[in-house]
């Protein structure tokens, strides 16, 4: 999926699944639409690849995203975030990030 294609699920449309993109990977996180929805704490997330502000914490507008300069302890915690949502049993990954 391209990033053009996932920003359509970004929680604003009741009527469609909510999907956000960490470390490449995909995953539905609908089932915690709590969060996700436009209303949601973690609103910024969905329908993007925010793997950046899973570390910095930047959640408005115009945040970097690029992931090729992080530093070691960066990258472990990215690999966490990813893990998280690997792991957690609600959520399920539903493809790759592609340019």
């Known amino acids: 999926m391209t990033k053009e294609e996932l920003a359509k ?3 604003e ?3 469609s699944s909510i ?3 960490i470390g490449g990977e995909i995953y539905d996180v609908s089932s915690g639409e709590v969060f996700y929805d436009k209303n949601g704490a973690y609103h910024y997330f969905a329908g993007k690849d925010a793997s950046r502000s899973f570390i910095t914490g930047c959640m408005k507008e115009g945040c970097p995203q690029n992931i090729d300069d992080l530093n070691e302890e960066e990258q472990e915690t990215l690999t966490s975030w990813i893990a ?3 792991d957690h049993p609600q959520y ?4 790759k990030l592609i340019d």
Not at 92 to 95: D, E, H, L, S
């Open 9 to 11: 699920y970004d929680g």
């Open 13 to 15: 449309d009741e009527q």
């Open 19 to 21: 999907l956000l993109a």
């Open 84 to 86: 998280y949502y690997r």
């Open 92 to 95: 399920t990954r539903v493809g």
